[in-house]
């Protein structure tokens, strides 16, 4: 049932606005975390039911929303709910409901450190994993604790003129932020996922000030220094966004001076993935010094094309 058919519903029982309260998939639904929850039942006159959907009368609404007239339970309220009633079909939907909180709050972590004493937190993350050329791209961000920037989320989320205007405020605003790359042939020779840890140690030890604890997008870093590993941490932390926007426009920059050099790969629109006019490319005009050998693609022609010469 979607949010409309649920309003249609309601507007033809009788019951007062005032006096209920719409608990469950029903609250997630008119809060727009779940497309439709199950049919609605009527089981009494007064506690209607949907199937795992209650609409409860109730003394207070201090809790709820209001959402086109009628009180709907907050979704910190139907996070709290779906994890006492511990539901194995819920485990999605949790979920989603702890990184859409998350989200809305990306300050929570740093607020922690901040009283326990840690005021030098820096933010790291990368970019630069998937594609087929070019270097991986790491930054490291420090922020003061009034630090405010409307709008600053995960660099994938935001538009390439927000994201150059975020990259020159961060800048701007930073305590410090320092940048870490490492190169595809240093990618080729200890794989990825090392590198990607190279480039991030490197933009820590990059930055003119020093972090006194680090926050990343759920990568464990082995440094001397405490480390918290936050999944989805672009989109929870406001230091692992600013530094996922250091990383991301860095990273491009460098693809569309490549882009100069080699325009026949569109570098300048795909930055290095693999587009299929990318791999058209590679299949017209071969590899250049810049394509990290190791990946599926690259490794391919040049096997392919190995087999053809010998």
């Known amino acids: 049932m979607k949010k409309k058919d649920i309003f249609s519903f ?23 975390l779940k497309r439709d929850c199950d049919i609605v039942e009527i089981n009494s006159l007064v506690d209607f039911s949907f199937d795992g959907c209650v609409i409860h009368k109730v003394s207070t ?23 006492k009633e511990n539901n194995t079909n819920d485990k ?41 050329v070019g270097p991986v791209v790491a930054a490291c961000c420090i922020l003061p604790e009034n630090f405010q920037l409307d709008g600053l989320t995960d660099s994938k989320k935001l538009s ?33 996922y090392e590198a990607t840890k190279e ?7 990059n930055c003119s000030i020093k972090p006194d604890y680090v926050l990343t997008d759920a990568m464990k870093l082995d440094i001397n220094l405490p480390v918290q590993p936050i ?4 989109l929870k932390s406001i230091t692992i966004s600013a530094a996922s926007v250091l990383a991301k426009v ?16 569109d570098f300048k629109n795909n930055v290095g993935y693999p587009t299929k006019k990318h791999l058209n490319a590679i ?12 990946y599926g693609p690259v490794k391919d022609y040049i096997e392919k094309n190995l087999t053809k010469n010998s």
């Open 199 to 205: 480039a991030m140690i490197l933009a820590i030890k």
């Open 160 to 192: 390439e003129k927000k994201r150059e205007y975020f990259f020159e405020e961060i800048k701007k605003q930073a305590i410090s932020y320092g940048i870490g790359i490492v190169s595809e042939k240093r990618i080729d020779e200890i794989n990825i």
């Open 231 to 234: 999944i989805k941490g672009d």
């Open 61 to 83: 609404l201090d809790d709820a929303d209001e959402i086109g007239g009628y009180f709907f339970l907050k979704l910190e309220k139907c996070l709290e709910n779906k994890k």
């Open 10 to 32: 309601l507007n033809n029982i009788s019951i007062s606005k005032n006096d209920y309260i719409i608990i469950n998939d029903a609250s997630i639904v008119c809060h727009g």
């Open 250 to 265: 860095t990273r491009d920059h460098l693809l569309y001076e490549l882009d100069k050099k080699y325009p026949m790969y």
């Open 92 to 132: 999605a939907i949790i979920k989603k409901l702890e990184l859409y909180l998350d989200s809305l709050d990306n300050y929570r972590y740093e607020r922690e450190l901040h009283s326990s004493g840690y005021h030098l937190i820096g933010g790291v993350d990368e970019v630069g994993r998937g594609p087929l």
């Open 283 to 294: 299949e017209k005009y071969g590899v250049i010094p810049e394509h990290r050998r190791s």
